[in-house]
C-alpha cells in the first residue's frame, strides 16, 4: 500500500474505540490469564513502559512498520521481538514522551519526525512487572534507522501488506514458566515469530486498521 493512500485513512483511528482486550485475547498466549491472576498483587506495583508503533514510507513509498530484535541477555524478553520503547523515567513529562525517548535511543528516528495518531490499550505483561502504554505514530518521511547496538540486535522492517496478511499469523511453541512448552498464536513478519505481549498489542492495531483501510 503506498504511504499517501494509507495516510489518507489512517488518520480516521483517532475517532474509532480501542478494542482492548478483545484484541489482545485473539494473540494471547494460553497461559496468560492464570499467569496474571498470580500475580495480581504484584501487578498493583508494576513498572511503566512506552513503546512505539511506528508507520512510514519506504524509499519506493511502501508503507512499512518497524520493529526490533532485542539482544540475547539475562531477562525474561531476551532475543524477542518487540517494538521499540522502554522504561519509564521520572525526567519524561508522560509514558508518550517515554515512548519517543526510547524510539530516537534505539533507532535513531528523532521526536520531532514524528507524530502519534492514538494511545492504544495499554497491556500488563506478568513475567516482568510491566504495564506497557503503547502508541500508534506515523513519520511522513523514510527514517534512518541507526540502532543502538547494547540493545538492538536487529531492526525489522514488516510491509503493511504482510503484516495484515491473514496466513502469517501461525501457532509456535514456547517455553514457559512453568517448565512446559505450549502452543501460542503469533505473527510471522519478515522471518520472525513475534509473539506474547508485542503479538497482542498488533492484533489491537490491525483489528483498527481493517476499520479504515
Known sequence: MHFNTFLESVINIKH????????????????????A??????????????VLALFY????????????????YKGVHSAQVGFPG?????TDKDLMVTALRETEEEVGVPEKALSVIKALSPLYIPPSNFLVH?????????????????????IIEVPIREFLNETNII?????????????????????????GATAMMLGE??????QVL
Open 86 to 90: 522502554g522504561k519509564y523515567e521520572e
Open 171 to 195: 501457532t509456535t511453541r514456547v517455553p514457559t514458566s512453568f517448565n512446559v512448552e505450549v502452543d501460542v498464536p503469533a505473527f510471522k513478519l519478515n522471518g520472525h515469530v513475534v509473539w
Open 205 to 210: 492495531i490491525k483489528d483498527l486498521l481493517k
Open 57 to 72: 514510507p519506504n524509499l519506493k513509498g511502501e508503507t512499512y512498520l518497524i520493529l526490533i530484535l532485542r539482544k540475547t
Open 134 to 154: 503503547p502508541y500508534f505514530a506515523i513519520s511522513e518521511t523514510t527514517p534512518s534507522f541507526i540502532k543502538q547496538d547494547e540493545e538492538v540486535e536487529d
Open 16 to 35: 474509532l474505540e480501542l478494542f482492548g482486550e478483545v484484541s489482545h485475547a485473539k494473540m494471547s498466549p494460553p497461559y496468560r490469564l492464570q499467569l
Open 37 to 50: 491472576e498470580r500475580m495480581k498483587e504484584r501487578a498493583k506495583t508494576a513498572k511503566k513502559a512506552g
